[in-house]
Every structure is written in C-alpha cells, then in structure tokens.
C-alpha cells in the first residue's frame, strides 16, 4: 500500500508540473476557439455602439481544412503499403486491402482526419490515439421453422443472440486540455511521460473490476465518486468550452476522472487516489499510442502554431473596423442636435421620423452637429486589413472560389495562386512524411497484434464504376499469415501540385484536348474520362458511349472450309473436329 500510494503521488506530481507548463497555452487556445466561434465576451462588447464580428478566421479554417483533405483522401484505397523487403510484397498488399476496408466499415478517416485538421489548424497542434476496440451486443433476430401442426407452413420464432459490432483498430482525437506532457519534451518521443485524462462512469468500472481488467480492490473501488477529480478551472476544457456558444458544466456529472500515466515502458491508471491497473505497454509496437499532428512546426517546441494565432489581432481589427463603420453611418443617418439653452425645444420633436417638425421661435435655435462621413476611409481600411490575412494565412479569393475585387489576367491569376498553395503543398507533405506515417505503422501493428483468426475483407476495385463495388462485391478471406512483415503506409490520394491548383490543370487539360484531341493516336475515351474527372465529374463510365467492338474477319483462304451454318471463325466442336476427312488424314 505504501508503494502504490508513492505511485500515485508521483503520478500527480508529474500532472501538476505539466499543468502549470501547460497553463498559459490552453488559456490562448480559449481565446483561438472563441475567434473560431465568432463569439465575444460580454466584458469586451462596447456598451456604446455595435459589436460585429466578422467570420474571417471561420472562413481561413474552412477553407483550408477541404483542400488538406481531399488532397490525401482523393482516391481509394486511402493508402498504399509499402514492404520493407522484397518477399512481403504480397503480403503488403493484403494489408492494403485489410486496412481499406476497415476505413470504410469501421474508421470513416475523411470525416475523422477532417476533425483532426480543424483543430490543427485552430490551435496548431491535434494529439490522436490509436487504440484496438472490440464491441459486440445483445440483438434480437427472427428464426423460421415449420410449424408442427400445418407442416407447409413455417412460423416465426424470436431468439436472441450476440453480435460482434466493432472489431478493428480505433481512433480517437484527445483534447488538448486532457493531454499532459512531460515541460521538458519537445515532441513525444523524448518525453519521460504523457498523461491522458478520461472520464468513466463508475458503474462501468466496477464492471470491469468484476470481469477482471481493473486489477484494483472492490473496497476501494467503492470510495471513488464522481468527487474523485483533479480539475483546474483555469485550464480550457472541452465539456465547458465557451460560455454561451456550447454551454455545459466543467465536470461530467456522474463520471470519475480516470489518468492513463504512460512512461517508457509502463501503463498506469489512476483514480482518485486508487491504481485501477499497472501493466506494461499494451501493443506490441512497443510506442505511447499517441501521434501528433502540426500545422506550423516550431523547433524545440511540443506545440505547434495555428492560423489563429497569427491573425488573432487583425481579425479584432477587422472586427472593430466594421463596428466603427457602422457606427459612423448610423450617426450621419440620425445626427445629434446643437440646441440654444431656455428655447423651450421639445427633446421628442428632434426624433427622425416621417413627416417631422421642429417648433423654434428663432431658427439658430437649432442647429445640426455635422458628423463627417468616413465609411470610404473605412471600406479601404477594410481591405488592407483583409489583405494582411490573405497574405498571412495563404488563402486569397481565388483559393475561396470567390470572385476577387480586382479582375486579373488567367495567367496572372494562375501565378498568383500557385504563389499561395506552395504553403499548402508543404503542409501537405509534412502530414503524408511525418503525423500520417507515424499513424500508419501503429495502425498495420495492432492489425498483426489483435487479428489472431481468418478474417473476411471486402475488396475495392477502383477500375469499376462505384455502385458495382457495393452491389456485386468481391471478398476474400485473410490469414494472420497474409498480413505479417514490416511495411510503410504511404497516402495515396493523387499528387499535391493539381490538387491544390484545380483551375490551372482544368485549364492545361482543355488546352491539350484542343490541340490534340482529335489525333487518331488517341485513345479518345480514355482522354475523355480524364477531361471529365479533372472537373469532378462522377461515374464517367455513364456519360461516355464506348465503341462498338470490331467484328472478327475470317482468315485468308478459309472462307469455304466453314462447315455450312457456321459463320464467322467460331471453333468447331470436339465431335466435329474428330469425324472430319480432314483431321484424320492429318493424323
């Protein structure tokens, strides 16, 4: 008991060192999901006058996020396997197949990844968990047998029985606030420990105390409440988010605070004060089961920067811009009043309205304060302020799909935005080289570590038309064999260069369609599919009318040996072949 309490006071020790390190980033990361959110502090709306916020960041995220995506996920299988020795090629390309299907039963990676962008971008840095899960529940299914007493018919019989719902590896992004690094690592490799923190309900922990995987004592199982937290609430949480844009209380009712303490070899879950489990790492990978993803990478740094950070001031400029804007139209449209004291005026009379007077007994009584019209000063303002974005984050109205303020030349506009998605291609490239290589290896281990028996994989064949691989699939079935060796995952979705310059190879495709495109060298339907795909054109086999197979010609001087009735060179039975003068003078 005296070791496990040093245990736990170690363990809490290393979360308090890496909170206070922590601390001053989660706090920027509320003010970046607030910007995000569009959302401002009741304490920093002006009380005089308006408060607009315009999504600018909204729109750099979201227009960054699709390209990322559909630059890496374009094509299926989402990613290829690459041996690390000749004899495992086959091999690598049964672990293609394997984890193709598992994406598309059980990951759904572009709506994942497209998450865990989202939030690199936000605030510069995603943590993801790798994980294998195994579920399965109780169903109830109709069962038919004949019926005793009228034998022609068959009656209904319910029965109950369990099915396997989810078998396969499982990811999982962790929020910021709940992942604890050691303050003197740099990336997750050189820490000494991480801490990931997780709520459980107490009832599936004395559940799993029961079945035997919480190795801790059902008396002190039965101290724990959802009491049991070591929360600070300067740090920005999830569950709260931001006050009045998700709502919600800090703490999860009813859930017991759970610390996953990963060292370099151990894996140690704390609750409260009592260690539901103590064991070595888990996966035979023998790596933390975390990857990091980056947006702009710093040197000696863990945490990453995002596109908010670098416009968070601009965007509170822009922001107060188009609040001053408005202001100034307002007060030019109902203008304040100079109104000689003792003139017996009537406040109410000097409302705009409709038709209005304004009694006075002398007419300098009245006179109008003049407020000079500044919005032109301010759409100018405006739009210097939005350029420093564009230039800053790399998105421009051509990226957006907008039309621009200024009309430039095609090639002009070409230079122009493949200047900007030089940045989109690095991003691309240091996600496929460094966070999506990383995921791959964890994911091919837990395959080879967790399948122990044949398994059933449906096959995705990109050469047919896309209702055809779920109408008439192919299967195969795959040993713990097949998928052995050591092999690199490598994204597979088509190169970056198109990708992230769509417009410039719409353009480069049809120019070459209008030089060459009706050369008798051509494979004319072949070239039409790839014009139509370049501009996202689906089920191209649908639109494209494929030409009449070439009838077959009988060979020179064997027109009057085809047995009567046979047309064409079609082959002449066995029988035919046996009995003809022919053949058996041959022989």
Not at 25 to 31: A, D, G, H
Not at 427 to 453: D, H, P
Request: glycine share 4%.
């Amino acid at each position: 008991e005296k070791e496990d309490k040093e245990i736990v006071e170690l363990i809490y020790d290393c979360l308090d060192k890496a909170e206070k390190n922590q601390r001053p980033y989660l706090e920027r990361f509320k003010r970046y999901y607030e910007l995000y959110r569009n959302y401002i502090a009741e304490e920093n709306k002006r009380q005089h006058g308006s408060n607009l916020f315009i999504p600018y960041t909204f729109e750099a995220v979201e227009t960054i996020a699709p390209r990322l995506v559909t630059a890496i996920f374009n094509n299926r299988p989402y990613m290829t396997a690459v041996p690390l020795s000749n004899t495992a090629y086959e091999n690598a390309r049964n672990m293609e197949m394997l984890l193709d299907y598992q994406a598309e039963k059980y990951l759904d990676p572009v709506l994942f990844f497209t998450m865990v962008f989202k939030n690199t971008l936000k605030y510069g840095t995603s943590i993801v968990k790798t994980t294998w899960k195994f579920t399965e529940k109780t169903i109830r299914v109709n069962k038919y047998e004949k019926n005793p007493k009228l034998s022609a018919l068959m009656q209904r019989k319910v029965e109950t029985e369990k099915v396997v719902t989810y078998n396969a590896p499982y990811m999982e992004i962790v929020p910021l606030e709940d992942f604890f690094f050691d303050p003197s690592a740099s990336d997750l490799e050189s820490a000494r420990f991480v801490i990931h923190r997780y709520y459980e309900d107490i009832d599936i922990i004395k559940e799993k105390v029961e079945d035997g995987i919480y190795k801790a004592k059902k008396e002190d199982i039965e101290k724990l409440s959802d009491e049991s937290f070591h929360y600070s609430e300067n740090t920005f949480s999830s569950a709260q988010r931001v006050d009045g844009v998700t709502g919600g209380d800090s703490k999860p009712e009813g859930m017991v605070e759970i610390l996953e303490f990963w060292g370099d070899d151990c894996v140690i879950k704390v609750a409260g004060d009592v260690i539901l489990d103590i064991d070595y790492n888990p996966f035979f990978h023998g790596e933390r089961p975390f990857v990091r993803f980056l947006d702009y990478p710093v040197a000696n740094e863990f945490y990453g920067i995002g596109e908010v950070e670098v416009i968070e001031s601009l965007q509170e400029e822009l922001n107060t811009t188009r609040s001053q804007r408005l202001d100034n139209v307002t007060m030019v449209i109902n203008n304040m009043w100079k109104v000689v004291r003792n003139s017996n005026i009537d406040p109410n009379q000097l409302i705009s309205r409709p038709n209005g007077i304004v009694e006075v007994e002398d007419p300098n009584d009245l006179t109008p304060l003049t407020v000079p019209d500044v919005t032109e000063a301010g759409y100018k303002e405006e739009q210097i302020i939005k350029d420093d974005i564009d230039r800053t984050t790399g998105v421009n109205d051509y990226t957006r799909g907008g039309n621009p303020a200024r009309r430039e030349t095609a090639t002009t506009a070409s230079l122009l935005s493949e200047s900007a998605n030089e940045r989109f291609k690095l991003k691309i490239r240091l996600l496929e080289k460094t966070s999506f290589k990383q995921v791959g290896y964890q994911l091919v281990a837990l395959n080879q570590q967790f399948i122990t028996e044949d398994v059933e994989v449906r096959l995705f064949d990109k050469t047919k038309p896309m209702e055809q691989n779920y109408t008439n699939p192919e299967t195969v079935k795959l040993s713990p064999q097949d998928i052995a060796g050591q092999f690199d995952l490598i994204p597979c979705g088509s190169t970056t260069e198109p990708l992230a310059n769509k417009e410039l190879r719409q353009t480069q495709i049809t120019q070459l369609y209008n030089t060459m495109g009706q050369s008798e060298y051509i494979n004319q339907p072949e070239f039409l599919t790839a014009i139509l795909e370049a501009f996202d054109f689906k089920n191209v086999d649908k639109l494209i009318l494929q030409p009449p197979p070439m009838p077959e010609q009988p060979m020179a001087g064997m027109e009057g040996m085809m047995p009567e009735g046979v047309e064409g060179s079609v082959p002449l039975p066995e029988e035919a072949v046996a009995q003809d003068p022919y053949f058996q003078n041959m022989q």
